[in-house]
């Protein structure tokens, strides 16, 4: 086996020890010397390893104490799928529109819980950040808006990934041609989600977020021609 291969074994049972051992986040790996008997390798490996799955957010190494079950939301993993994401779009920037799909299948999966769940003060969130969206920074109020909208979410691991995708997919697409923004539209498209939220009919608010999303598709294919096109 290849040290890389043997690399990846040894982090994978290192998982399946904290999963067997039933360690909740924040709890204390067993120490090193434990691990070094258990797993049967090297303290060298051992440490590379946990070094490997810190880089993950699965352990957290404080220098001092110990090693323990990591705690680091979703959120953690956005570096290195933005890296991932803007070598691939950089050769395509077709897969822009990838990201796109994945956050519209997790929301519209997720929008019918919401317009089941939404209360007075969500919507008075949702309010303010289309108000801000109108007269102030669109990009960071429209971040505002979808964090708001799946507040009351019982599914901490989706609303997590829709925060991953929102990032990445802003990152990467203002590194490429400007794209035309219609605010006004922009703005409306917002707040036809929230009107239909009003009405507390799931149907009306997953076909507002559906021309939400045509929306942005569009602004997607505006953003791959110009930077597909000749320079």
Known sequence: ????????????????????????????LPAEPALVDTLGVSRNSVREALRALHTLGIVDIRHGYGTFVGTAPMTAVTPGLLFRTRLRVRDDPGALADLVEVRELLELGLIEQVATRVDEAQLASLDRAVE????????????????????SVANELATQLISVFWD?????????????????????????????????????????????????????????AATSGPR
């Not at 040290?3 to 204390?28: F, K, M, N, T, Y």
């Not at 801000?132 to 109020?141: F, I, N, R, V």
């Not at 006004?184 to 507390?200: D, K, N, P």
């Open 1 to 28: 086996m290849a040290d890389s291969g043997r690399r990846r074994h040894l982090e994978e049972r290192i998982v399946d020890l904290i999963l067997e051992q039933g360690l909740p986040a924040g709890s204390p």
């Open 132 to 151: 801000e969206m109108d007269k102030g920074d669109l990009a960071a109020a429209d971040q505002r808006f979808h964090e708001a909208l799946y507040a």
């Open 168 to 224: 990445i997919y802003h990152q990467v697409a203002d590194e490429l041609e400007q794209t035309p923004v219609d605010r006004v539209r922009v703005v409306q498209g917002h707040r036809r989600v929230v009107e239909a939220l009003r009405s507390g009919d799931p149907a009306p608010a997953r076909q507002a977020l559906l021309n939400h999303f045509a929306d942005l598709r569009e602004r997607v294919r505006w953003l791959v």
